[in-house]
């Protein structure tokens, strides 16, 4: 290494520790910001796929097969810096969300409920390989049929959900409220990395950065025991925010806990035609984009540059929200 690349590598490691320990600015409701500098990273992943079945084994081929979505990597610049929750909203705050703003959750107001985990769902006489069931009434935020404190990420939450907090958090604050663009939830999560995860590579070390579908979870799904970490984080179901390490950015949960919805519609080959300058989706689709994993997602599809997608009416035991705060344009 040479001097000034050491010099480089050294201020750069002094900018994401300073990240990491600066004081979280907080907003309506008490959610903590991060304060996340502008930069520039390399997004997505074109691994190839005998690596990665090396990596993950026990998984069909098919499985990496149909990650070319994640391809080609580009270079991106995140040209301003933003602020992000540091942590997932939370069960307490999305309640006082709903008590102050009179906000009714799709799941309530359509009728139809959520999904929820129920041990005694036979999978034999439903063709299910699971125990969730739904959508029924008796499902939504305040029930995903395991129990959540107030400390618990909210789930059962839609992407039209995570807007309206978004606006209302906006004519409260007087600031500006969205949810992460797919490039600047990448650009975060990574907070440096190269990796596949924001601690590197080994799939292993998930079980210090995020709450994802190890021993402990598998208890409750044991045909899929082969597929999940070999070691257990005390938590079958979500975790109390916060409760595992951060990353460089100072950010929890960025791997696992709940999937988290981004702004950006999906497009499958978007990454070949995307602009480098705060990219922000293609202009319309079908489905937008979840990202980071969950309680209940397998170590491949918890990477950093791992793309799911749902509609925007989606409710579900495994996602949640993540919210950006922008930051005063500069005078």
Same mark, same amino acid.
């Given at each position: *290494? ?10 750069? =490691? ?28 390399? *997004? ?39 602020? *992000? ?41 439903? =063709? ?34 995570? *807007? ?44 210090? =950065? ?122």
């Amino acid at each position: *290494m040479t001097l000034r690349t050491a010099s480089l590598a050294l201020v750069l =490691a002094t900018l994401l520790s300073a990240c990491a320990q600066a004081p979280a600015p907080t907003g309506p409701l008490g959610i903590a910001f991060v304060t996340v500098p502008a930069g520039t990273f390399d *997004m997505g992943s074109d691994e190839p796929v005998d690596t990665l079945a090396a990596a993950y084994p026990g998984l069909e081929r098919s499985r990496f097969e149909g990650l070319t979505d994640e391809a080609p990597v580009h270079r991106v610049r995140i040209t301003r810096a933003f602020e *992000m929750s540091r942590h997932e909203v939370t069960v307490g705050q999305f309640r006082a969300f709903l008590q102050r703003s009179g906000h009714v959750p799709e799941s309530i107001a359509d009728g139809t409920g959520g999904y929820g985990y129920n041990p005694g769902y036979d999978p034999a006489t439903t =063709a299910r390989r699971d125990a969730f069931e739904g959508r029924q009434p008796r499902y939504s935020w305040q029930n995903p049929g395991f129990p959540q404190g107030d400390d618990h990420p909210v789930v059962n939450v839609t992407w039209n959900d995570a *807007m309206a907090l978004a606006r209302w958090l906006s004519a409260q604050d007087g600031r500006t409220y969205r949810l992460p663009t797919e490039a600047e939830w990448e650009y975060a999560c990574r907070a440096g990395s190269k990796g596949r995860y924001q601690h590197g590579n080994e799939p292993e070390g998930l079980l210090r =950065a995020g709450n994802t579908f190890d021993q402990d979870a598998a208890a409750n799904w044991p045909t899929w025991r082969e597929r999940a970490l070999p070691g257990r984080d005390g938590h079958a179901f979500t975790a109390p925010v916060g409760s595992f390490a951060p990353n460089a950015f100072g950010l929890h949960d960025m791997h696992g806990n709940v999937w988290e919805w981004v702004s950006d519609w999906y497009g499958e080959d978007y990454y070949a035609r995307s602009p480098t300058n705060d990219p922000a989706g293609p202009a319309d689709g079908n489905v937008k984009v979840r990202r980071g994993g969950s309680w209940h997602t397998w170590p491949l599809y918890t990477r950093c540059a791992f793309r799911n997608w749902n509609t925007v009416q989606t409710r579900y035991p495994l996602v949640g929200i993540r919210l950006v705060r922008e930051q005063p344009a500069p005078h």
